[in-house]
């Protein structure tokens, strides 16, 4: 009786939430490969390993996308089973490589995990702050041409009220039209002169030739240039740490070993050993 209570009482509880009802794979298996299982536990901890994808994407998603890899990657193991390559020494010395190799990187991972806090990146961040310098930039798009007539005609055009958009759509031979915003110093000079004397909202009344060519440039914005956010420059201050960091991790290991090298000919090297060059931040 009291089994029969506990049953009808989950079935309630599937008919108020029909997502509790639906399995996970086939009990819990993704597929079935020549009698050997695929689970879906090992595609979640692959998913989550792969922090470039769960970063990007839900497993339900990466389900969809990885199922066949998976049974694509087992049939061609089987297969290489099945033909004795691992028996062949190559096979074995690659093995001890890659674990090498993977070794290495999980440990350097951990290690600059360990030294870089985002109290670190939070206090590059600041000193990057501190001695940001505020230049003017501006916001522009621009029409690459071949030659001046036909910068010429694009103006005459803008002037007719054609849509900038659509000319360049037609003419340009950059794909890049939108160029987002600049400081003076990123554009060679002739462009920077022409943009920034430019007022928003302006084209320019004649063509611009460069090194590339003529161009028509229309400003669409202007103002003074500001501290990127914290989230957007993460990325690059902690791979800055991440480099130090590295540097000292084998400066560590360095202090604490005994290496002792030779020559072809079986001679002591007295050269000391030379640790990885990593830049330092400034």
């Known amino acids: 009786m009291q089994n029969k209570l506990i049953a009808t009482a989950f079935l309630s509880l599937l008919a108020l939430n029909p997502a509790l009802a639906q399995a996970e794979g086939k009990d819990g298996v993704a597929a079935v490969v020549n009698g050997e299982e695929i689970t879906i536990e090992e595609m979640k901890q692959g998913y989550k390993d792969n922090k470039p994808i769960n970063s990007q994407i839900k497993f339900e998603q990466f389900y969809d996308k990885a199922l066949d890899i998976y049974v694509n990657g087992k049939l061609l193991y089987q297969a290489a089973e099945e033909s004795g390559v691992m028996k062949d020494p190559v096979y074995e010395r690659s093995v001890n490589a890659a674990k090498e190799e993977i070794a290495r990187k ?40 071949e030659d001046e007539s036909t910068a010429k005609s694009i103006i005459a055009k803008l002037k007719k009220g054609e849509k900038f958009d659509d000319l360049a759509k037609e003419y340009s031979k950059d794909s890049a039209v939108d160029l987002g915003y600049f400081t003076r110093n990123m554009m060679v000079p002739e462009f920077s002169d022409a943009a920034f004397a430019l007022k928003k909202g302006s084209y320019s009344q004649k063509p611009v030739k460069t090194q590339f060519g003529y161009h028509v440039i229309l400003v669409e914005d202007s103002r003074n240039a500001k501290p990127l956010p914290l989230e957007t420059v993460k990325p690059q201050l902690k791979a800055m740490l991440s480099q130090n960091a590295v540097a000292d991790v084998f400066k560590d290991i360095y202090e604490k070993a005994k290496v002792t090298k030779y020559s072809l000919d079986g001679k002591e090297i007295k050269d000391p050993v030379v640790m990885p060059k990593t830049p330092a931040v400034k």
């Open 106 to 145: 999980m440990y350097l991972e951990k290690m600059v995990d360990e030294k870089v806090s985002d109290s670190d990146i939070k206090k590059l961040y600041n000193e990057y702050k501190s001695t940001f310098n505020s230049e003017k930039e501006v916001k522009a798009k621009h029409i690459l041409v």
